[in-house]
């Protein structure tokens, strides 16, 4: 009897510590009785921003020895300073021979490799895959050498990339470029192979023989096709994935004006802007598909009136995130061109002032062609951080705008979260340091962040606490967050809320917009 006692005693004492978020204290102690009592986190004070690498185990799909079907291989990646687990994972899979016959090579060596700067499945200079994911959907630019591979073996290349990103949870949809362009599906590149999804049967070979059969039955066909927009704030370009109808033997120049149509309708999602001016309401010529003298390269050339200059100023939209909407689409579904070239009221776009772009540095087109990595740094990133709910002390899931580039680094999250807030006694500025170890954020912040944590009531301070919790904890690894306030541990906030050690995550206190029970 005496021995269920303490076991009970125990549990009781292991709940009010979870009660309470931080390993090895109870809330309810009065700070009087904090004297003498040091709580180990095991973490160093942050002085600068360093991310741990993580492993996790990923499902790498490569291409059997026929090349008909894709064959699964179960890796552990490693993502590096804020890398995606997308990233690792497609570095990964690059660095395998294009083919393994599972008859003679034994697939745990596969698992073992680990990450290398080896390229698949040619070796040589050149620029290295770019990936962009946005919304659930990614958009991989692979070198241009793979234009060497046969349409069959490309395809399946292209395949073995969506099938590969497609397995990892939050990616549904996947476009696969090849030097940044749009291949397309036969030799002579009159049919685009549009956006992806990941094959369940693995029968590659099966998947582009129905594809093919549907370019020459003489029917039209339909494709997955990813359009991007203008974010509401005009500052980025967002992803929307649609079903396109395309004529039977259509040409590329009819892919053109389906694409450039479709870009006059916006999609509804509150984060895109929707009064975009119609690309095609400003033409002065029919676009056409031209041949660059100079270069000899396949172009998309539009030439657009005057009038689409103060259209843009009016919707507050800048020409750099016009042209790239452009570019980012067209260049992802119109097969066999090189680039977009754009002339307003006759004279040709070759340049965009550093003040223009997002990342502040001049952008030149080479060439006089736009092409799509060259709108990388304006592609956004829906994001989900932590905020307070109507109901005191609780949180709901609010969907944010971020930098896709920066969706994954901790800190940039953590920044979002407190302009969210727009409060004027805080903001990125005390963020001083943040750091990932093991399965905890260590975060350092100032000491007037901390000031104006314990003017809040126990309830504010709890939501402000859990909502960067929970939000620095969102699809990591790191389950934990420690915090420091210029340098210093603090012991309790108001209302009782133990700061001394390792925060949890806290899934109790997320509720839906209606007042039901939410999730992480």
Same mark, same amino acid.
């Given at each position: 009897m005496?021995h269920?006692?303490?076991?009970l005693?125990l549990l *009781?004492?292991?709940t009010?510590?979870?009660?309470?978020?931080c390993?090895g204290? /109870?809330s309810?102690r009065p700070?009087e +009785?904090?004297s003498?009592?040091?709580?180990?986190t !095991?973490a160093?004070v942050?002085?600068q921003?360093?991310?741990?690498?993580e492993?996790q185990?990923?499902?790498?799909?490569?291409l059997?020895a026929d090349?008909?079907?894709l064959v699964?291989?179960p890796?552990?990646?490693t993502m590096?300073?804020?890398?995606?687990?997308?990233q690792a994972?497609?570095t990964a899979?690059l660095?395998?021979?294009p083919r393994?016959?599972?008859?003679r090579?034994?697939y745990?060596?596969?698992?073992k490799l680990?990450?290398?700067d080896a390229t698949?499945?040619m070796n040589g200079?050149?620029?290295?895959?770019t990936?962009?994911v946005s919304?659930?959907?990614?958009t991989?630019?692979l070198?241009a050498r793979?234009?060497?591979?046969?349409p069959?073996t *490309?395809?399946a290349?292209?395949?073995?990339?969506?099938n590969t990103?497609g @397995?990892l @949870?939050g990616?549904?949809y996947v476009?696969?470029?090849i030097?940044?362009?749009e291949?397309?599906l036969d030799?002579?590149?009159?049919?685009p192979v549009g956006?992806?999804t990941r $094959?369940? +049967?693995?029968d /590659?070979?099966?998947r582009?023989?129905r594809?093919?059969?549907q370019?020459?039955s003489?029917a039209?066909?339909t494709r997955?096709?990813t359009?991007?927009f203008?974010?509401a704030d005009g500052? %980025?370009?967002?992803?929307v994935?649609r079903t396109?109808?395309? +004529?039977?033997?259509a040409?590329a120049? =009819?892919c053109?004006?389906?694409?450039?149509?479709?870009?006059?309708?916006?999609s509804?999602d509150?984060?895109i802007?929707q009064?975009v001016?119609?690309?095609?309401?400003?033409i002065?010529?029919m676009?056409?598909i031209?041949? %660059?003298q100079e270069t000899?390269?396949?172009?998309i050339?539009i030439?657009?009136?005057?009038e689409?200059?103060?259209?843009?100023e009016e919707?507050?939209l800048?020409?750099?995130?016009y042209? !790239?909407?452009?570019?980012?689409?067209?260049?992802?579904v119109?097969?066999g061109?090189?680039?977009?070239?754009?002339?307003?009221?006759?004279?040709?776009?070759?340049? *965009?002032?550093a003040?223009?772009?997002? =990342?502040g540095e001049?952008l030149?087109?080479?060439n006089?062609l736009m092409?799509s990595?060259?709108f990388l740094?304006?592609?956004?990133?829906p994001?989900?951080v932590?905020?307070?709910?109507?109901?005191?002390?609780k949180?709901?899931?609010?969907?944010?705008?971020m930098?896709e580039s920066e969706?994954?680094?901790t800190?940039?999250?953590l920044?979002?979260l $407190?302009a969210?807030?727009?409060? =004027?006694?805080v903001?990125?500025?005390?963020?001083?340091?943040? @750091?990932?170890?093991?399965?905890?954020v260590?975060v350092n912040?100032? !000491?007037?962040?901390?000031a104006w944590?314990?003017?809040?009531?126990g309830d504010?301070a709890?939501?402000k /606490?859990?909502?960067?919790?929970n939000t620095?904890t969102?699809?990591?690894?790191q389950?934990? /967050?420690?915090?420091?306030?210029?340098?210093?541990q603090l +012991?309790e906030?108001?209302?009782?809320l133990c %700061?001394r050690g390792?925060?949890?995550?806290?899934?109790?206190?997320?509720v839906? =917009?209606?007042g039901s029970?939410?999730?992480l």
């Amino acid at each position: 009897m005496e021995h269920k006692k303490r076991g009970l005693a125990l549990l *009781l004492a292991l709940t009010l510590t979870l009660l309470c978020g931080c390993e090895g204290m /109870v809330s309810e102690r009065p700070m009087e +009785d904090l004297s003498g009592w040091t709580i180990e986190t !095991g973490a160093d004070v942050p002085t600068q921003d360093a991310f741990a690498a993580e492993t996790q185990m990923a499902t790498l799909y490569l291409l059997s020895a026929d090349g008909d079907r894709l064959v699964p291989v179960p890796a552990e990646v490693t993502m590096r300073d804020g890398e995606s687990l997308a990233q690792a994972a497609l570095t990964a899979l690059l660095a395998f021979l294009p083919r393994i016959d599972p008859h003679r090579e034994n697939y745990r060596k596969f698992a073992k490799l680990g990450r290398t700067d080896a390229t698949w499945p040619m070796n040589g200079e050149g620029k290295a895959p770019t990936l962009s994911v946005s919304d659930g959907i990614a958009t991989v630019n692979l070198p241009a050498r793979y234009r060497a591979l046969e349409p069959k073996t *490309l395809f399946a290349v292209r395949q073995a990339v969506a099938n590969t990103l497609g @397995s990892l @949870s939050g990616i549904a949809y996947v476009n696969v470029l090849i030097g940044g362009r749009e291949e397309g599906l036969d030799l002579g590149a009159t049919t685009p192979v549009g956006t992806l999804t990941r $094959i369940d +049967d693995l029968d /590659v070979q099966g998947r582009y023989n129905r594809l093919d059969d549907q370019r020459l039955s003489g029917a039209g066909y339909t494709r997955l096709t990813t359009l991007f927009f203008p974010s509401a704030d005009g500052k %980025m370009l967002l992803p929307v994935v649609r079903t396109l109808a395309y +004529d039977a033997g259509a040409a590329a120049i =009819d892919c053109l004006y389906t694409v450039l149509e479709a870009l006059g309708s916006v999609s509804a999602d509150e984060l895109i802007e929707q009064h975009v001016p119609e690309p095609m309401g400003y033409i002065s010529e029919m676009p056409e598909i031209v041949r %660059m003298q100079e270069t000899g390269e396949q172009a998309i050339e539009i030439r657009f009136s005057g009038e689409l200059t103060q259209a843009l100023e009016e919707q507050k939209l800048t020409l750099g995130v016009y042209l !790239g909407m452009l570019t980012r689409t067209l260049m992802g579904v119109v097969p066999g061109v090189d680039g977009v070239h754009v002339l307003i009221d006759g004279a040709a776009v070759t340049a *965009l002032d550093a003040e223009k772009t997002p =990342d502040g540095e001049a952008l030149a087109f080479k060439n006089e062609l736009m092409q799509s990595d060259d709108f990388l740094s304006w592609i956004g990133a829906p994001v989900i951080v932590y905020d307070g709910a109507e109901q005191s002390g609780k949180l709901i899931r609010a969907r944010c705008l971020m930098r896709e580039s920066e969706q994954n680094q901790t800190r940039a999250r953590l920044e979002t979260l $407190i302009a969210r807030w727009n409060e =004027d006694a805080v903001s990125a500025a005390d963020i001083l340091a943040v @750091s990932t170890e093991a399965k905890n954020v260590v975060v350092n912040l100032s !000491g007037g962040f901390a000031a104006w944590l314990q003017t809040l009531d126990g309830d504010a301070a709890r939501e402000k /606490v859990y909502s960067m919790v929970n939000t620095m904890t969102q699809g990591r690894n790191q389950q934990s /967050v420690i915090f420091f306030f210029d340098g210093e541990q603090l +012991d309790e906030l108001s209302g009782g809320l133990c %700061m001394r050690g390792r925060l949890t995550r806290n899934p109790g206190m997320v509720v839906n =917009d209606d007042g039901s029970m939410g999730v992480l």
